[in-house]
């Protein structure tokens, strides 16, 4: 950065600011956590108490008891691992073919893809939702998945990446008579992993808190996710508050957890998106 | 050398099925559906459904919810996408220039509510507006404003909504911004300084024509993210009061999911990418313009 010295008095200006705007984004966070402790008295009061007096575990424990939020809370793992997982296969394994691959009518084939892109998930609600139907893959962890594992941007992600890989390498593989299997695990896989995990982290992200899809593919009680869940208990439990913040408490802190441990691939992946311009 | 044909099916294959089943086939469909009375009994028997040529787009025309819903969702870009790019690009020049010591932590925290869930977030913000027991009109009554009742007021549904989205919107713009500010080199400022340009004339001149492709792509981003709006009204205010909540997307999941009118919601998809094409469109064609 700049060398020169930047005078006291405008640090301190910048400081206030931003320690504002840090108190803007952060209360919420400490409310929600704050009430889903309180017993019901000391939520309804005037003026309202930062800190519970009398901090109590009532609340979580109904929400697993009364309202079975275990169910949606598996779900939601179980859906969100399986369509990361497919999704970063699925994009790693088309990536290496559009940047490495030789075969005529690929460039077309991958602006299809990118073309994709254009289009809002909004206008294949409905007709996917007929597919599933028809399929009878409605209320199923296939329905839940698979819909969304193909994902034009994952592809054009783990292209750009692998195209950076020096051909020499893959070619030298191929004199010793390794085929693209192969050279796909040993050789582009093992280079990948930055972008791999960047791609990894926004997909869970992406998958955890995803809504929607899941709103109109699980209606069955059994095969809500988390999203869904908080949805209802907040309409069918309108008045627990302290029920709801716990709730979301639940749905929030698991990915401010993987946000802690992989903050450098979200903050490279997200340059990274930026660059298609 | 070519590819053997086994390896192109084994790696683009599965990618390209899947994409096929689920993206191109349905846009085809959505185009096919919305030109039909597609309802609750062609669900399980499509031949149950007529083709009735541009019906529903005619009956959109005067259906006087869409109207409110294209009305509410124009009026949360218009004034969320500016006001998400100023803050964003505030903290980015405010943490480039001074903050050296937090830099990260505040870096962090602006971050943060841009990955947490909008569903769950939306509940805390509907205990924060409570009129009565909620944080903000507790905040506001210290200095002596009266509190509204903000998600029952038809005056202040949409701008407590618009806050939502606005607080879930800056972390990641911000860190496009603070890149793009990282990459603009010190000697241009310096001889601005040299010539005696002030600070304003310094971010007119330098740094905003600096961040242009930052700006046309956040911009572009936002205008297709912010009329794709949805969960926060579903979630504060269901489309309320008296509508005046209700976005493009909202009244299409209402149309298809509750009451069934596929063909008639497939038509406000179709309408709603159309402007989105649109806008897109003349953002570039600005953009190319501008150079």
């Known amino acids: 950065m700049r060398k020169k010295k930047i ?5 301190l200006g910048v400081h206030i ?5 840090f108190l803007i984004m952060a209360i919420p966070f400490f409310w929600m956590v704050s009430t889903s402790f309180k017993n019901p008295d000391e939520i309804y009061i005037f003026p309202p108490r930062w800190v519970p007096h009398r901090p109590t575990f009532d609340n979580y424990i109904e929400l697993f008891k009364t309202v079975d ?43 299809l893809v990118l073309a994709t892109l254009m289009v809002p998930g909004q206008m294949t609600l409905i007709p996917v939702y007929l597919i599933l139907n028809s399929l009878n893959l409605l209320n199923t962890y296939a329905g839940l998945i698979l819909p969304g594992v193909a994902s034009a941007f994952g592809i054009f992600f783990m292209r750009q990446f692998i195209t950076s890989i020096p051909d020499e390498l893959i070619d030298a593989a191929k004199m010793d008579g390794a085929r693209e299997f192969f050279i796909f695990l040993k050789i582009i896989l093992p280079l990948s992993k930055p972008a791999l995990a960047t791609l990894t982290i926004f997909n869970f992200v992406g998958a955890w808190n995803s809504f929607l899809w899941p709103l ?6 059994k095969m809500y996710t988390l999203p869904v869940a908080i949805s ?23 990915i401010i957890i993987v946000f802690f441990f992989a903050q450098k691939y979200i903050i490279k992946g997200l340059s990274m998106s930026g660059m298609k311009f | 050398m070519k590819t053997r044909l086994s390896a192109i099916l084994i790696f683009l294959g599965p990618a390209l099925f899947i994409m096929t089943v689920f993206i191109i086939i349905p846009i085809a469909l959505s185009l096919l559906i919305s030109v039909t009375d597609f309802n609750v009994y062609a669900i399980f028997d499509w031949r149950n459904a007529k083709f009735i040529g541009f019906q529903n787009f005619i ?3 005067s259906d006087e919810i869409f109207w409110k819903a294209l009305f509410n969702t124009f009026y949360a870009l218009v004034v969320a996408m500016p006001l998400t790019i100023i803050f964003s690009l505030l903290f980015a020049l405010l943490l480039n220039r001074g903050a050296t010591y937090l830099k990260s932590f505040f870096r962090l925290s ?9 569903v769950a977030i939306a509940v805390v913000w509907a205990w924060l507006l409570n009129p009565r027991y909620g944080l903000l009109n507790w905040f506001l009554g210290l200095f002596g404003i009266a509190g509204q009742n903000w998600l029952s007021d038809p005056k202040w549904a949409m701008p407590s909504i618009i806050a939502l989205v606005v607080w879930k919107a800056i972390g990641p713009n911000m860190l496009l911004f603070l890149a793009g500010l990282q990459n603009i080199p010190d000697f241009l400022y310096e001889a601005a300084e040299l ?17 242009r492709p930052q700006l046309l792509f956040v911009s572009v981003m936002l205008v297709i993210g912010y009329l794709q709006l949805f969960e926060e009204p579903y979630m504060l205010t269901k489309g309320g009061p008296l509508n005046s909540t209700m976005s493009i997307v909202l009244y299409l999941y209402r149309q298809g999911f509750y009451q069934f009118n596929f063909g008639y919601a497939s038509a406000v998809a179709v309408v709603l990418f159309g402007i989105i094409l649109a806008l897109t469109a003349i953002q570039m064609r600005l953009r190319k313009y501008q150079e």
């Open chain 1, 69 to 111: 939020f275990g169910r949606p809370l598996l779900n939601t793992i179980i859906v969100a691992v399986t369509s990361t997982f497919l999704s970063v296969m699925l994009s790693a394994m088309a990536g290496y073919g559009f940047a490495k691959f030789r075969f005529r009518g690929k460039e077309k084939l991958f602006l």
């Open chain 2, 195 to 211: 010539d005696g340009a002030n600070r304003w004339k310094q971010f007119l001149h330098i740094t905003v024509p600096s961040l």
């Open chain 1, 216 to 221: 109109i593919v699980a209606t069955d009680e």
């Open chain 1, 17 to 21: 600011i931003l320690f504002a705007a």
């Open chain 2, 59 to 61: 009956n959109l025309f």
């Open chain 1, 7 to 11: 005078p006291f008095i405008e640090q």
């Open chain 1, 232 to 254: 209802v208990v907040q309409g069918q439990y309108g008045e627990k508050i302290a029920l709801q913040m716990s709730g979301s408490f639940i749905v929030i802190i698991p």
């Open chain 2, 110 to 118: 602006l971050y943060l509510p841009s990955i947490t869930n909008t």
